[in-house]
């Protein structure tokens, strides 16, 4: 046994020497191979998904575009790799990403234990759970007794333990690697309910043959505040993924949009705009950006709300309202620091 | 022997610059370290729990309950893959045109399809076929549907320990009966059907046994309830396609090394046999198999290590073991990679370790005793 333990710990030594090299520096990493290591899922429609040409589009997927755009003025500069719920803090940890964009959880144990960061909320989700309309369930409270499919190493896990705990109900837990096969265990019928955040189960439900059949529950049993994730110790690096987004939902507030975006650099002139697109002083340095990373975000990715409704939004197969996710001023919770 | 000394220093040495540095690392980036996690309470639910578990018990438990998963499903795999394998690997030799070609056909196909694929077979495949709980197939006290197979659950009452007790003694009896036989059969020539009454012995005392206690068992009946079933015995569906697919799977490799086995031993032995009088059951069990057997031991050891290690390939279709478990939950809540994957290494190294003990031994009682 002796030899498997000095195994193992080699082979995590020189894992874990690799990745402290790489997490010294991110931008400097990035700069230098000419593109951003993303760590997407392996199919959530909306958030990130590939299409058949292997182009990735979503939610997620723009928020490492975003940086791409700050960093080299091309969203095009990302390679995407995608991971399984529980490949992904491994694979950040391990400095095979940059960073992680997979409608993570921010939750405390996840911040403070795992040698991570969380950078800020791009979309503020909950748990909900997805039944077949003709089993007759009004509410979740029905659920007593009920077979509950869902993937693995999420707080979906934890979350459903939780609840059906605390009502006292009775459930069979079947909880499958990954979610494509969770929630085709459920399709077979091997589960009553599927569980998972309520965006998912909408991008999930637009994946089953027939969706008008299923139907979400009305509660939302958790808090899900889905965001990018980076490595502890490189506040640089944060910065940038955090003001990244930050810059998206300020530019929506502004009415700065990816079509308008030129003709007000050009013509703008309340300063507060000019600051932040570049056209005044050079915000960008303190990054260690050019001045125009934040132009470049909006040019090549556009703000906030074209993000959501090109591929969330109510036009979209997934199909979500605003809700929450909308900017403080208009009755949601988006609140992004100025730039200034 | 400078030479040796030198390398081991060093290797040592770079054994603990790698430790050290990971320690340095670790620390660097703030990632908890140590096993003080496996007293934390787990928080998450196991679908198959052979000991008492429940949400609120620690990482360790969990573990564990991962641990006697991975364990009785490599071991019943073990055993049902042999029994398909020599049955296989015999039927292949048979003189039976149709019976060879069905068993040719059957070890060609499962050999040549990755297991992994095999396990989405047995798991979506079937699924798809079963009915949904309410319209389950009922099979007097059995119901069969999506979410598994429900037998009655037995409750022994009072009194049951005289049952066992009495099968206990009846078992004794039989392998002082046995015993007897052979020692008679040394010094006389004269077979007693030891086997047979044996058998006998072992039903007719268990069941006197179990009358004399008034029948001290009842049987909780699964009952349709209004998603599943309720009640009763339940084996799901995760569990039977991981076993069906390791052990038909393994089955066949198996099967191949029995028939070459079997095709070790020369002809002349059997036709020595046939010569001294013995019948074609005798001939094969006191001179082929034991023959065969030397030879089959050796591969079958490194077939049944490979059982046990794809075992966690259940993971992939919600089977609990302890890739799932331990390296995908506790993994995942806890971040502590490094810990967890040692912890699986470990007891996949024991796991195939005893079992390779167990077959050396094995093969050193079957090996030939020379003179």
Redesign the interface.
Known sequence: MKSNVGKILSTAAIAATISSGAAAATLDDVKEKGFIQCGVSQGVPGFSNADNAGNWTGIDVDACRAVAAAIFGDAQKVKFTPLSAKERFTALQSGEIDVLSRNTTWTYTRDTSLGLDFTTTNFYDGQGFMVRKDLGVETAMDLDGATVCTEQGTTTELNMADFFRKHQLDYVPVIVQKADEALSAYASGRCDVFTTDKSGLAAHRSKLSDPAAHMILPETISKEPLGPVVRHGDNQWKDIVTWSLFVQINAEEMGISSENVADIKANSTDPSVRRLLGAEGSMGEALGLDANWAYNIIAEVGNYGEVFERNVGPDTPVGLPRGVNNLWTEGGVLYAPPVR | MLFQAVLLILVVAF?YY??H??QA??Q?????TGFAFLNEPA?????IHLIDYT??NSYGRAFVVALINTTVISLMGIVLATVIGVIMGLARLSQNWLVARLATVYIETLRNIPLLLQM?FW??AV??ALP?PRNSIEMGDFLLN??GIYSPNPNFQDGFGIAVAAFVLAIMAAIALIVWAKKRQKRTGVWFPAYWSSLGIIVVVTFLGFALAGFPIEFDLPQK????V?GGMVLV??FVAVLLALSTYTGAFIAEIVRAGILSVSWGQTEAARSLGLRDSLTQRLIVLPQALRVIIPPLTSQYLNLAKNSSLG????Y?ELV?VV???T?????Q??ET??LC??VY??LSLSISMFMNWYNKKMSLIER
């Open positions: 054994g790698l430790f540095n990971l690392n670790l660097d980036q703030g990632i908890s928080g998450f639910p196991i679908l949400e609120a989405f798991y979506f699924l798809a949904h999506k979410r309830s209004r998603f599943n309720s569906p995760e993971a992939a279709i919600a609990p799932a390296m995908g939950t993994l995942n809540q806890t971040g990679a490094i994957i040692g290494m470990l190294g024991t």
